[in-house]
């Protein structure tokens, strides 16, 4: 199976930076891409940014232009960060690293790291 862990989530201030990590481990098979999900109270989970396996990144255009995310493969783990400044209010939310994997591009979830953007 696979097991996706974030980290780095926390309170900044507007204005501030964050990067949020996702280690991944466990069997890989035909990915797709992986991405950076969040959901604020009240509101949808809406796509951050993703990278496919082929390296290419696409944002929403909420996160261009302040957002950057990236991928380090090493043997047994892929790290997936998302590097986050300028932070706004609004950027307020748990976020979630994504996998898509298999033929059915089967989505995988790691369990959230919490964002606050705060004065």
Do not use: H
Not at 59 to 77: G, L, P
Request: hydrophobic share 35%; with cysteine; charged share 20%.
């Amino acid at each position: 199976q696979v097991q996706l862990v974030e980290s780095g989530g926390g309170l900044v201030q507007p204005g501030g930076s964050l990067r949020l990590s996702c280690a991944a481990s466990g069997n890989f098979f035909m990915v797709s891409g992986w991405g950076w999900y969040r959901q604020a109270p009240g509101k949808e989970r809406e796509l951050v940014a993703s990278i496919s396996n082929s390296g290419s990144t696409t944002y929403a255009d909420s996160a261009k232009d302040r957002f950057t995310i990236s991928r380090d493969n090493t043997k047994n783990t892929v790290y997936v960060y998302l590097q986050m400044n300028s932070l706004k209010i609004e950027d307020t939310a748990v976020y979630y690293c994504n996998l898509k994997m298999g033929r059915a591009r089967t989505d995988f979830w790691g369990q959230g790291t919490q964002v606050t953007v705060s004065s």
